[in-house]
């Protein structure tokens, strides 16, 4: 986080940011929502926080949303679906990253996702998810408004809910990259 450009997107909620990479909030049992734009720093922020939380000591799980669904469909099919969830369930802090980024889910997207919140609150232990949805459009996109609830309702009882906003750090990169190649030419 040394080199992050705060500059480039003053609004960010840079104080609330800090605290997560300070862990805290993982000592706490605390848990946090990043939801913005695409580009806008959540999935840096999450892996900077998953980093500072590895270096203090903490057993971190990191997927994109992707792979953690993927990962429980083939731990189901393959009967270690209770080892995988161990995984899931007993680190000290699980980062789900860019959730919902495609629109298709599993069948058994809510029901799975469902299933590792409800043990993770249970159990007093730490869940980051990025999404550049808002939380609003979870229960649609989930296919089911009322596993949506018991998520949120889960997630945001000890937790933190950041909104990103702002241009995104991707096309600032590629914008620079573009003025150097026609430069050369």
Not at 16 to 36: H, P, R, T, Y
Not at 47 to 71: C, L, N, S, T
Not at 153 to 177: C, I, N, P, Q, T
Request: proline share 3%; glycine share 6%.
């Amino acid at each position: 986080m040394q080199d992050f450009d705060w500059s480039y997107n003053p609004r960010l909620p840079k104080q609330e940011i800090l605290e997560l990479i300070s862990g805290k909030f993982v000592q706490q049992a605390a848990d946090a929502l990043l939801i913005g734009h695409p580009g806008t720093g959540k999935s840096h922020i999450a892996k900077a926080v998953a980093h500072a939380a590895i270096q203090a000591g903490y057993q971190v799980a990191y997927r994109e949303a992707q792979g953690f669904f993927e990962d429980i469909f083939e731990a189901t099919q393959t009967k270690k679906r209770k080892k995988l969830f161990k995984l899931f369930c007993g680190a000290d802090l699980l980062v789900i990253d860019d959730l919902f980024l495609q629109k298709r889910l599993p069948q058994t997207a809510a029901e799975d996702l469902l299933d590792v919140i409800l043990d993770r609150y249970r159990h007093r232990k730490s869940t980051m998810i990025t999404s550049n949805r808002p939380i609003e459009d979870w229960g649609k996109l989930l296919g089911d408004n009322a596993a949506a609830s018991a998520i949120l309702d889960r997630l945001l009882h000890h937790g933190h809910l950041m909104k990103f906003e702002g241009k995104s750090y991707r096309l600032k990169e590629a914008s620079k990259r573009l003025a150097l190649e026609k430069k050369k030419n």
